[in-house]
């Protein structure tokens, strides 16, 4: 396994960059939005975000490769690993109304930095052997990828629009780009794992200790650079404190609530998604597929791991394999093949399918196959790779913008609902082995899978039927090309 997923990696590469070439030489490149390009102050502005950006999405990768490794080395049981992946989830449910209730009260700067104080005690919690910091450790993990999905995107935008007055059209080109740094970063974030956890000896415990400096960065940077910046740019502090004039002179204006603002946007969203049964159809795919994503998550370092193979080498190629199906999208979508969002969103729960049909046989008990395992995998990542994209483009068609926040709200809570219910289940049968291992759990899991695949090409299909003329759910002329 060792020559394998090393092969597989150079491949993988390979594959990648014969593919952005591909891309380069076939797509015209598109254009910069009036300026934006060339306009040093808001290049400026762009690169002083992206600094901070990209130091918390590289502290977040680095944390994936040996976290269940981690529990494994403290000698914990694979329910009891379980159990801490379901706290996991869980704390992301519950911690996501705050993560859209923290920047309206406290600031949204002052939030970023409280994710990176959150994040950094999460890693620091991975030196503790007790069950209990541990899951502690998984709490704060919850609150602060749910506060790196909302924070810094929401002080950009407040920044960008309000304070530097730049267009909206401008903000895509910057978030482009942070998307194309995040494939890169996950798959260099694999390779420093590995060589610090098995190059350097150093144990899967010190990935996360990597993580805290780089978090420490990053909240240098948000307390002073993106402090000095809202001092020079105007909006200081970033709260909703504008003045009236009164009888007596200037008022306070009582701050909208915040929390009025959330349910508010839960109302729209539920009205949205209940209207509308292409919205429907779309939260029910979304669901389905990205559950067993994170079921994925979850099962693959257990069914590789004991075979040997250097597990940040093989994160690096997962991410890889994902980086090529976005590269894939691109290709598809452009001028010379002009593929619709809905064959290519049927393609990818078909691959995925097929990918947990290969692993309900190469994970068959005393008869294991890793380098199918391995293989079944990679598909998986590719088809999440061209899922991604597609799933974003037809949000952006069939969900209006006022209201997409609060329907997407909705969509996770079933998302993670159906992925804790899964790692209950299979904490359920492992634990009713004795608290021994389960090949055949995660036999039947993967099988469980393949039927939620099953379920969501039966949605892809119905969707696309409903709306077979419907210009929505379609790249029409050449602005749809390579359209996200």
Not at 115 to 139: E, M, N, P, Q
Not at 263 to 276: A, F, I, M, V
Not at 355 to 360: A, C, G, I, R, V
Not at 402 to 416: C, D, M, N, S
Request: charged share 15%.
């Amino acid at each position: 396994m060792l020559l394998t997923a090393y092969l597989a990696f150079i491949v993988l590469l390979a594959l990648c960059v014969g593919l952005e070439l591909t891309a380069r030489r076939l797509i015209p490149p598109q254009p910069t939005p009036s300026a934006a390009g060339t306009n040093p102050a808001f290049r400026r502005f762009q690169t002083l975000f992206l600094r901070g950006y990209l130091l918390a999405l590289w502290a977040d990768w680095l944390q994936g490769p040996y976290l269940y490794k981690l529990y494994r080395h403290y000698s914990f049981l694979e329910s009891q690993i379980a159990i801490l992946y379901v706290v996991g989830l869980a704390s992301c449910v519950l911690f996501a109304p705050v993560a859209s209730w923290l920047p309206q009260v406290l600031g949204r700067r002052q939030t970023c930095l409280i994710f990176c104080l959150a994040y950094s005690a999460c890693c620091l919690t991975k030196l503790s052997r007790d069950y209990f910091v541990l899951i502690t450790g998984r709490v704060l993990g919850g609150l602060s990828t749910s506060l790196l999905s909302t924070a810094f995107e929401a002080w950009y935008v407040r920044r960008h629009v309000e304070a530097h007055d730049f267009p909206k059209e401008w903000i895509p080109n910057t978030f482009t780009k942070a998307a194309s740094w995040n494939h890169g970063l996950a798959v260099a974030a694999g390779l420093v794992a590995n060589m610090l956890a098995e190059w350097l000896h150093l144990g899967p415990v010190a990935p996360f200790l990597l993580a805290v400096p780089c978090l420490a960065a990053c909240g240098w940077v948000v307390l002073t650079d993106w402090g000095l910046e809202e001092k020079e740019g105007g909006l200081e502090g970033d709260l909703n404190k504008t003045p009236l004039l009164g009888p007596l002179g200037p008022a306070p204006l009582p701050r909208v609530s915040a929390r009025a603002q959330f349910w508010r946007s839960c109302q729209e969203g539920l009205r949205c998604l209940l209207s509308d049964r292409r919205v429907m159809l779309l939260g029910g795919v979304q669901a389905l597929f990205e559950s067993v994503l994170y079921i994925f998550i979850f099962l693959w370092t257990p069914v590789l791991d004991p075979h040997g193979p250097p597990l940040g080498i093989v994160f690096s190629c997962l991410m890889a394999a994902s980086m090529a199906g976005s590269l894939l999208y691109r290709l598809a979508t452009s001028s010379r093949y002009r593929l619709q969002p809905g064959h290519l969103l049927c393609f990818s729960m078909l691959l995925a399918f097929f990918s947990f049909f290969m692993l309900t046989f190469s994970t068959s008990p005393g008869q294991p196959r890793p380098r199918e395992s391995l293989l079944a995998f990679l598909l998986l990542e590719l088809a999440s790779g061209l899922y991604f994209p597609t799933v974003s483009f037809l949000q952006g068609r069939v969900i209006p913008e006022e209201k997409r926040a609060g329907t997407l709200a909705w969509f996770r809570v079933p998302l993670h609902l159906l992925a804790c219910l899964g790692l209950l289940a299979l904490h359920g049968e492992v634990s009713g082995t004795g608290g021994g291992e389960s090949g055949s759990g995660t036999r039947h899991m993967f099988g469980g899978c393949a039927v939620m695949m099953l379920a969501a090409l039966l949605a892809v299909v119905s969707l696309f039927t409903l709306g077979r003329n419907d210009v929505d759910l379609r790249l029409e002329g050449p602005k749809g090309e390579g359209e996200m």
